[in-house]
């Protein structure tokens, strides 16, 4: 190739070997001053080394490397860089300063809109799913909002207690209490502040060292039909531990003591209609009816954005504390919330591992469980609010930025897990919020009502907030009948089982076994799925010279006592251990599905041809497995071939003896050339 100009011609063709992502007439352009250093060297590209592009001119390269003097251009360089890590690895050190007046409205009202919703739902969480005090859901919902909002990556992510979360926290609670680690303390209270505190702690520790380590990607393992089943199930038991105060049931279940979901179930069936509390169960059905009407009444006013903005929550705790209040339900029988003292263990903040040490170890499995949980519906949340507002996350910070705001936590004792809701997340970004300062503000409005508005709720009935709880559950079976057909649809019978299993267990057992024998079963389908290498048998596409897999093109002819096999992934110690049976089979009884049992349906391959085009890596233990296959098809007297094999494998292959042992004479650049060879023969 030539290059004219002015006349003149400039022999260009010692470059046709570089990436075609340069151009040829770009190169002479490359060079200045007295930059002729040339870029490769020729030889080395032809013979496949490991290259090193020489950039700079001769006085740059003597230059940095006459001395290590540091000039204040160097300096602010290293400066600039260090403030962009900090400014990547802490967010807010990147959005405060360049935080924009415009942006004040919206997160202003997003915050306080959140705020009305989650301070009662915050209260039903501390109180009917952890069974703890009403301040260890505010604090959940006011400590780690602060340190997530300086760490997290996520601008419309809310991070509060979340029902099914407490609700794991709520078990644990509850089985010291009964005794089943220890003998039975005689300060309850302190007791649940204790555990509370030992799984926040765990919690933030775990979720750190997996951001730490890059563990981001584990949201991958677990299948949607698994999150669903679980979610549902969750669904479920929340509803049966709220039905119990909703009937006005709560003293009668302490003298039963049903312990698993379906005692529960069985225990509402036989005392819900005979011995309910009849003003208990008509002010929590009646509450939970207004807040369906109201919730549902604004769908119809989208339009009225002060319609669709009311926190219908808010005003069903404050109209039933005020009308519990005059007419003094707490005299007919209906629990009240009552005084409600700050208790966290005699200190407002305290180390984590004063009191709660000897929690620790009984309560690492619901760590572990609340922190996977806790992940992926964060995750979820993230990953859809940066979508739709045009940013990009980090599943890796996002963990960090959680671990540390639940550690922060940890340090209030009594203080519950927070987690990123999907739902909350949503209603903040349709409100406004485009950055952090939305969680501040409603973490702000939440400590202040921790500790001047609770004496307001003395006479909040406790039954109002179980419904509050069942309001936010029905979402959760939203989508299961659509799930279920689409699974159903789609014959996707593995999912469908997966579902029902973890609910069954969920419901059946507890919700800890639900969930670590769905992981079990969901690690063992990735690791079968994973350890089939994926191979197809190629045949002549008639009346032209090209190959394509015969299970797939109809007309495509198997080549008699020729066995073409591609090979369509990277080999690595997973997919290679039972490479030998799977090529066997294929060998025998071709691309379809069959049983052992059955006769071979081909014959003895006499040849066997080797595609590699998509094997891009291969490890130490794929290349030893696959050598004793090759000597294992020599023994057998079959002729061997290898086509497009690329650079990184073909390495490998030589340095284990491979390729000494086929002969040169068996790799071949492509599968026409291949065939050519083994016709000639």
Same mark, same amino acid.
């Given at each position: ?185 005689? &300060?309850? !209270?302190? %007791?649940? @502040?204790?555990?509370?505190?030992? =799984? ?5 520790? /775990?979720?750190?060292? +997996? ?118 339900? &707490?005299? !007919?029988? %209906?629990? @009240?919330?009552?005084?409600?003292? =700050? ?5 407002? /903040?305290?180390?984590? +591992? ?141 999912? +469908? ?185």
């Amino acid at each position: 190739m030539t290059r004219q100009s002015a006349g003149t011609t400039e022999n260009t063709s010692q470059f046709h070997s570089l990436s075609t992502a340069t151009s040829v007439s770009s190169l002479p352009g490359m060079v200045h001053g007295e930059e002729r250093t040339p870029l490769v060297n020729q030889g080395d590209v032809e013979a496949g080394h490991t290259t090193h592009a020489q950039y700079g001119s001769s006085r740059s390269l003597r230059t940095a490397t006459s001395g290590t003097d540091e000039t204040p251009k160097d300096t602010s360089k290293r400066n600039s860089m260090f403030m962009k890590r900090v400014r990547y690895y802490v967010p807010s050190t990147a959005w405060i300063p360049d935080y924009s007046a415009s942006l004040l409205s919206g997160d202003l009202l997003a915050g306080i809109t959140l705020a009305a919703m989650l301070i009662p739902q915050s209260v039903s969480y501390g109180t009917s799913l952890a069974k703890l005090s009403p301040a260890t859901g505010l604090f959940a919902a006011a400590i780690p909002p602060i340190m997530y909002s300086l760490l997290g990556t996520c601008r419309q992510l809310n991070v509060a207690p979340e029902a099914a979360l407490s609700l794991l926290v709520g078990q644990a609670v509850s089985d010291y209490r009964r005794g089943d680690h220890h003998t039975r303390p005689e &300060d309850a !209270d302190a %007791v649940g @502040i204790a555990v509370s505190t030992a =799984i926040t702690f765990q919690v933030g520790l /775990f979720a750190s060292m +997996l951001g730490f380590f890059r563990l981001g990607f584990l949201d991958v393992v677990l299948s949607r039909a698994l999150l669903r089943g679980f979610v549902t199930a969750v669904a479920v038991v929340i509803t049966v531990e709220q039905l119990i105060p909703m009937f006005g049931l709560v003293a009668l279940e302490g003298e039963v003591n049903p312990e698993s979901t379906l005692d529960k179930i069985v225990f509402l069936l036989e005392f819900a209609w005979s011995d309910y509390h009849k003003p208990t169960m008509l002010v929590s059905f009646g509450a939970l009816l207004v807040l369906i009407i109201m919730r549902t009444s604004k769908g119809y006013f989208r339009r009225t954005w002060w319609i669709e903005r009311l926190p219908e929550v808010l005003i069903v705790v404050v109209l039933s504390t005020i009308i519990s209040g005059r007419l003094r339900w &707490d005299e !007919d029988g %209906v629990d @009240i919330l009552g005084v409600i003292p =700050i208790k966290t263990g005699g200190h407002f /903040f305290s180390f984590p +591992l004063k009191q709660s040490i000897s929690y620790i170890r009984g309560t690492t499995s619901t760590a572990v469980l609340i922190t996977i949980m806790g992940f992926l519906d964060s995750t979820v949340a993230a990953k859809q609010n940066a979508d739709r507002f045009g940013y990009s996350i980090s599943p890796n910070r996002e963990l960090v930025a959680l671990g540390a705001a639940n550690l922060v936590g940890s340090f209030v004792p009594g203080t519950l897990p927070a987690f990123g809701s999907i739902v909350r997340s949503k209603i903040n970004g349709d409100v406004g919020a485009r950055t952090q300062l939305a969680s501040l503000v409603t973490a702000g409005i939440t400590l202040l009502a921790t500790f001047f508005l609770l004496p307001y709720l003395y006479f909040l009935p406790r039954c109002v907030l179980a419904s509050i709880i069942c309001l936010f559950v029905i979402s959760l079976f939203g989508e299961v009948p659509h799930d279920l057909m689409y699974y159903w649809r789609i014959r996707a019978w593995t999912d +469908l089982a997966m579902m029902f299993l973890t609910f069954s267990l969920s419901v059946i057992w507890n919700i800890e076994i639900g969930i670590i024998v769905s992981l079990i079963i969901s690690l063992l389908l990735v690791i079968k799925r994973s350890s089939h290498t994926r191979m197809i048998i190629l045949g002549r596409i008639p009346g032209t010279d090209q190959w394509g897999p015969i299970a797939d093109i109809p007309g495509a002819e198997d080549v008699p006592g020729i066995l073409i096999i591609r090979i369509r992934e990277s080999l690595d110690f997973a997919n290679t251990a039972q490479l030998k049976e799977r090529l066997r089979r294929l060998e025998l009884y071709g691309p379809e599905r069959t049983h052992p049992s059955e006769e071979p349906r081909r014959q003895p391959a006499s040849t066997l041809v080797f595609h590699m085009a998509d094997v891009e890596t291969c490890d130490a233990s794929a290349v030893q497995i696959f050598h004793e296959l090759l000597e294992t098809y020599q023994n057998r007297g079959v002729e061997l071939f290898v086509t497009h094999l690329r650079s990184g494998p073909r390495e490998m292959f030589e340095r284990a003896g491979i390729e000494e042992l086929l002969g040169s004479e068996a790799f071949f650049a492509t599968l026409g050339e291949a065939m050519t060879s083994i016709g000639q023969r």
